[in-house]
């Protein structure tokens, strides 16, 4: 890691975002158990890297499609933990005004086009969008975040095969973090290696180190470079692990013996901060002002979400048509 | 006006949103080089080029989503599935991606996303190429379902549901291709969504009829006007939303009422418009609400089995007859 | 009789039909090692061994056409699709394979296959996770619907669908799991497909209420009781087949009918009830056929809204005072 | 070709059975121009040595998931063209009595599982009968035909990994046609060579010339015996061409100029004929007196069809459900 590669800028942003991304987490796993949150958590503690490492390589104009385990996506792309925070609490002055949730919140001036409850569900959405920019000859990318469960849907082979075929600039980025819900990635898959995958879309797929945010967002610039090239997609396999349940309360009866504790000796968010102390381009109270301005933030969150008043009866029925018919209910 | 098919109509309605705004196009399986199995977008390839009219892989989730994702930034797609029978092949990017992702994000997405699909029994095709399966989506909130039944009709609502900001089913019957009626040529003729078309007035019975049946309950009015029974027909033309104002009062009026669509009996869409009538307009009825669909078994191949199976006048016309005569 | 959980029973239906037939097996995300998310399934993985309960990848659609390509060459799978709202992701092989295999093999083709799948919201799970898609299948001839609402309902019902020959949708309902009630031990127990239980008698209104909406109609008739409103409570117990004599009897004796479900109001399975009464008992009807259902909104996240648009015992109560204050 | 390696058998069979594809689609097509076959039909001409030389390699427990395209699939797996052509004619006396017709033909004794009206239908299906066969312990393979458009559905994706992962007995046999309806291959995939693909699955791939009916017959068998020792499925890519339109009628306007007629001089059915003729192990005689029995055979099929009796209404209600329940109509 050296100066001339990557600016103060980068290396600042990808540690606040990564040390937001973990501490959004705890704070919502706390306030769910508080009572704040009433809905599922599907934590992406020990994942953090992958989430925001990737979306650092993308312009605000490009576009994700996030997973059931998104917060880390939605952070990383510029979501606002408030109005996060207030989602995860049902309230309107969350991003989907308290009626999607966790699993559903969008931002499309960031170009978050959703989290997503459906595993495979975005792989197709970001390829349309992919195309569109194709289409109008705009230099942004698609980027579809998905698991190593995700990766035997129906949905990625359709939309793979149909991005590789029209060379759409979208980024096909795996987080294969071991395990979908309590079946681990060798009962799901006959391969361990998903970006071997790529070649039967006659486009690339390369492997990296998940924890590692530097090679991530390396990966993830270079598949952008390529998909804005009119090279088409790529395949990114980013080997990570995740650290608590599938979802809290989650008995995790699944995993082999040790295997948690030697990936929490690969925590991405210490190893990263470990890594700029010993480049000598910041010092332990640099980083330590970072944390705090990030519980600061945090502390911001909860107090909004927690203030913001829950919505009215009637907004349930609001939002679901653009175009009204008037006097009729449909 | 001049007279086109329900084909040519549909053709038209595309090609002139095509032509007003550049973020319209068209993808599909065969719909380019082929011109589409029913050619209904022959020579659209040549007017807008391979950019805009998109051969497509065989593969109805992608074709599904990517509309659905290219309306989330902007787009106006128009995507075609073959047959209606296979919208179960991309079905949850249509119940659970399209329909919902305007209302799950808080009302801020836009989906202009219209899917034109086939519906009905074309002769023969058997079971897997004959359904019509517009409430098989009818219960899903967020989308919306027309049932085009003339070629005018065909030609307003297709270019309200691709210049609207909705996600639209948007069902074309394979038989009614080849028919043909005066289609406005005003540029800007569209029709609104949820509302009924009175296809024929009359005091005695009502028959709400969907998509090909319109002119099956039409020759059963001729037919029935002779032997002194005044039928009135009605057309909803969109199933979602439903002009329910409009049938029922119709019903007000004549007290009896038969639905008729060619979709299986069993919750198709009469269930819907028979349960809003024994909701709404139970005190007007006299008599019960008939239904008539293609009886509860998947289409059967051999013509002679097909015809049995499929909804036809006679059977209107005896329904009728059995209301009047009760 | 002992008590035993909802899913205890499931699990005992299971386990008793796996013991029974070596030909009986069970696959599905996460139904072995995790024990299925709703932990239906825990403990079978010891009992049966990964061979006869198999975790299988994210693919609904491999996991509902395996259960069919197994069940067509003689064996007897029971397949868990984790929610209903994912059916979709299968729906084809669903639609267009199981259900039409037989049929249109000229009656040659045995489908023995069990797809149970959980239904209804368990509580600020949004809108992809929440949904009663019932009615999304019945328009489809070939396939029956089973919708248990007790424990002994669940499997007796879950016990003749694995024993059949036809293949079955089996909506588990994720709010009942905890529920108990007495449980037949005997291991031949089975409740016929097409015989709704009167769970309530009653001679001013009859209830018509499907899976959850069962205990939110008797603890409606409980109230109503206190104001001398007698209700009759009726589960279908099955949509398909659908016990259409039990329901119009009710209603000849009661002139009065509600029908109850957790699934969207339009196009639901209440659609099909009201339409069949609406056609075979419409001179009994005294006031109309009033539907209870969630409203026709995605489900919300929130639980001010979410319960909002779910129906409640005060929903019930309400339709009841209406209409037999009329 | 030498008597060591293929017994007469087996070559009679290869011969007869192509011939007999070849000749009932073109009867099946004039009965239709005729009137007497009132469906749709997709033949399968120019395409005998794929259906007959798979079908060949495998024993009758073996089962087959066929295609729109399926005739020869059917016959090569033992058909009776008797009752093909009286269910393509809507009769009673058709394999699926008239319920059918040419997408929805099934013998389960002969271990033909059903065309299939849906492109990428019967993936699934095979994989399940193999699981099937898997669990008994017999030795049995399921194998899907399917066509080069197929391949990209959704469902060939997830049966591949299924059938990967569990190590399957089951082939997939892609007829690559170089089509799918108007749409060429390569505008349907970005690759060219199917078979690329099975690598993603973790098992092999084998291209082979779908117009040499030894080739074709070679490599199923291949993949049988790596079925049935328990190394799992196998993707076979047959390279071939159909010489007639997507369907009776199809105008034809996609194919590339000389293309058909290349195809054509490599004909798979003279091709073969030619070859026995080489090999000395027949001579011009016994392979007419096959052929005149094809035609003796296909003669009596027709006039089977033609006599018998067309269904009676009320059997549109019957055969739809196993276990009827008295006094419910459902
Ligand atoms: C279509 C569909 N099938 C199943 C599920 C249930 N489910 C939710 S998350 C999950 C596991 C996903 O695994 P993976 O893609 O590896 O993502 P991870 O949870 O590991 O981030 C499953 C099976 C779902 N939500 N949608
Ligand atoms: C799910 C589905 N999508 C589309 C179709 C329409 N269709 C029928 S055959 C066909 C082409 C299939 O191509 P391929 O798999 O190469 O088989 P081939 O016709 O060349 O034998 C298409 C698109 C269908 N029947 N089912
Ligand atoms: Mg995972
Ligand atoms: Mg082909």
Known sequence: MDKQTYSPELLTHLFRQMTLVREFELRAIAERRGGLIPGFIHSCVGQEATAVAACAALSQQDVITSTHRGHGHLLGKGGDPKYMMAELAGRSAGYCLGRGGSLHIADFNLGILGANGIVGGGFPIAAGAALAFQMRKEARVALAFFGDGAINEGTFHESANLAGLWRLPVIFFCENNLYGEGTPQHKQAPITDLARRADGYGFPGVIVDGNDAIAVYEATQEARRRALAGNGPTLIEAKTYRFRGHYEGDPQVYREPGELEAWQARDPVPAFRARLLASGLYDEAQLAEIEASVQAQLDEAVAFAAAAPAPAVEEALQGIYADTHEGLVF | ?326
């Open chain 2, 1 to 326: 006006m001049r007279e086109l098919t329900y084909s040519e109509a549909v053709r038209e309605a595309m090609s002139e949103e095509m032509r007003r705004d550049p973020s319209t196009f068209l993808m599909g399986e065969d719909v380019a080089v082929f011109g589409g199995v029913w050619g209904v977008s022959e020579g659209m390839l040549a007017e807008f080029g391979e950019e805009r009219v998109r051969d497509t892989p065989i593969s109805e989730a992608a074709i599904i989503g990517a509309g659905l994702g290219a309306a989330l930034v902007g787009m106006r797609p128009i995507v075609e599935i073959m047959f209606g029978d296979f919208l179960m092949c991309g079905g949850d990017q249509i119940v659970n991606q399209a329909a919902k992702a305007r209302f799950m994000s808080g009302g801020k997405a836009h989906v202009p996303l219209t899917i034109r699909v086939t519906t009905g029994a074309p002769g023969s095709a058997a079971a897997q190429h004959s359904q019509s399966p517009e409430s098989w989506f009818m219960n899903v909130p967020g989308i919306k379902i027309a049932v085009p039944a003339t070629p005018a009709d065909a030609k307003g609502l297709l270019k309200t549901a691709v210049r609207g900001a909705d996600p639209v089913l948007f069902f074309e019957h394979k038989m009614l291709y080849g028919e043909t009626g005066s289609v406005p040529e005003d540029a800007d003729f569209t029709l609104p969504f949820g509302q009924a078309s009175v296809v024929r007035e009359g005091s005695d019975v009502t028959i709400i009829a969907i998509s090909i049946m319109v002119r099956k309950a039409l020759a059963a009015a001729d037919l029935l006007a002779g032997e002194g029974i005044s039928v009135e027909v009605i057309d909803p033309r969109t199933l979602v939303p439903l002009d329910k104002e409009t049938l029922i009062q119709s019903v007000a009026k004549t007290s009896r009422v038969i639905i008729a669509h060619e979709a299986h009996l069993r919750s198709g869409p009469g269930a819907e418009i028979a349960a809003v009538l024994a909701e709404e307009a139970v005190e007007y009825l006299d008599g019960p609400v008939i239904r008539i669909g293609a009886k509860n078994v998947p289409l059967p191949y051999s013509p002679v089995l097909e015809n049995f199976v499929l909804p036809g006048t006679e059977d209107i016309v005896a329904a009728v007859r059995l209301l009047v005569r009760r």
